[in-house]
T-cell receptor, first 111, second 117 residues
Framework: DAKTTQPTSMDCAEGRAANLPCNHS???????VYWYRQIHSQGPQYIIH???NNETNEMASLIITEDRKSSTLILPHATLRDTAVYYC????????????FGDGTTLTVKP | NAGVTQTPKFRILKIGQSMTLQCAQD?????MYWYRQDPGMGLKLIYY???????DKGEVPNGYNVSRSTTEDFPLRLELAAPSQTSVYFC????????????????FGAGSRLTVL
């Protein structure tokens, strides 16, 4: 699976949009981009995934660049409960078993 | 539908003891995984399984063993526990990839916190 690079930490004001970047310059054609988050020491929670097109669900939006080498997770109206570690991972069809996580981005939403 | 269930939630071991962390899923997922997470760090893959009877090593397999005799269960065995194995352990599962598509979402358990003294 392709490696990802994320900033170590970010702050965001409550009510504002949180934009979390992820670089995955070695992504291959069949690999999806997935985002998860981990609140305190709970198990990671799935947020969203995408292949080429931008995606939106009830939790967030995912913007993937045209060359697919980077993506941005957008939390449109961050709340204090969105304070968490956010992980961007890239997984493909052929080696889905080896799903590796990096250290993620610690997002702190401030009042 | 319980999802992924891990037991125990907490455990303290003495150096050299052995134990098994249990993981069960009720979603009929083929893929199962064990991760460990040290304080302030990301998740490291220990072992994974793509189906009953099939297991493979991840990034940090040393000191651990797994088995997958059924689709539902994926226990993680620690032999001769060491302080370096103090960590939070997460089990996860995902469904098989459909031919021609790649979406494969992981569902995680709540974690098992292990301390080795």
């Amino acid at each position: 699976d392709a490696k990802t690079t994320q900033p170590t930490s970010m702050d965001c004001a409550e009510g504002r949009a949180a934009n979390l970047p992820c670089n995955h310059s070695t992504i291959s054609g069949n690999e999806y981009v997935y985002w998860y988050r981990q609140i305190h020491s709970q198990g990671p929670q799935y947020i969203i995934h995408g292949l080429k097109n931008n995606e939106t669900n009830e939790m967030a939006s995912l913007i993937i660049t045209e060359d697919r080498k980077s993506s941005t997770l957008i939390l449109p109206h961050a709340t204090l409960r969105d304070t968490a570690v956010y992980y961007c991972i890239v997984r493909g069809n052929t080696n889905a078993g080896k799903s590796t996580f990096g250290d993620g981005t610690t997002l702190t939403v401030k009042p | 539908n319980a999802g992924v269930t891990q037991t125990p939630k907490f455990r303290i071991l003495k150096i050299g003891q052995s134990m098994t962390l249990q993981c069960a899923q009720d979603m009929n997922h083929n893929y199962m995984y064990w991760y460990r997470q040290d304080p302030g760090m990301g998740l490291k893959l220990i072992y994974y399984s793509v189906g009953a009877g099939i297991t493979d090593k991840g990034e940090v397999p040393n000191g651990y063993n797994v088995s997958r005799s059924t689709t539902e269960d994926f226990p993680l065995r620690l032999e001769l526990a060491a302080p370096s194995q103090t960590s939070v352990y997460f089990c996860a599962s995902s469904s098989s990839l459909k031919r021609g598509t790649g979406a494969n979402v992981l569902t995680f358990g709540a974690g098992s916190r292990l301390t080795v003294l």
